[in-house]
């Protein structure tokens, strides 16, 4: 499987993006997929995750309530829907399978794609 981010840019605060994050091959239910991002020079963080089978999302304290992960199965695609952006979510966001299951830790993650920039900014 590989993962294709996309969908980033610059963004003024209090504003609005969606990001894709567009699979190619089989995800199975089992399959966790989640988003992280990383700025240069500091260590990948969690953003938040999505169980395939379920839907069911879960999210780091810093996104709740303004992001939004979901997913269309016959796509293949998953969603991050952020809102009232803040210049301190700028960063390169990034999606990954996980195929163990639930987990915050991005080395328990892989077929990482090239990320997508993300740039909030007055």
């Known amino acids: 499987v590989q993962l294709q981010a996309s969908g980033g840019g610059l963004v003024q605060p209090g504003g609005s993006l969606r990001l894709s994050c567009a699979a190619s091959?089989?995800?199975?239910?089992?399959?966790?997929l989640g988003w992280f991002r990383q700025v240069p020079g500091k260590v990948r963080e969690f953003v938040g995750l999505?169980?395939?089978?379920?839907?069911?999302?879960s999210y780091a304290n810093s996104v709740k309530g303004r992001f939004t992960i979901s997913k269309d199965g016959p796509k293949n695609t998953m969603y991050l829907q952020m809102n009232d952006l803040k210049p301190e979510d700028t960063a390169i966001y990034y999606c990954?399978?996980?195929?163990?299951?639930?987990?915050?830790?991005?080395?328990?993650?892989?077929?990482w794609g090239q990320g997508t920039q993300v740039t909030v900014s007055s």
């Open positions: 091959g089989r995800i199975y239910s089992s399959h966790v």
């Open positions: 999505i169980r395939w089978g379920t839907g069911s999302p």
């Open positions: 990954g399978l996980n195929r163990s299951g639930w987990s915050t830790r991005d080395s328990d993650y892989g077929s």
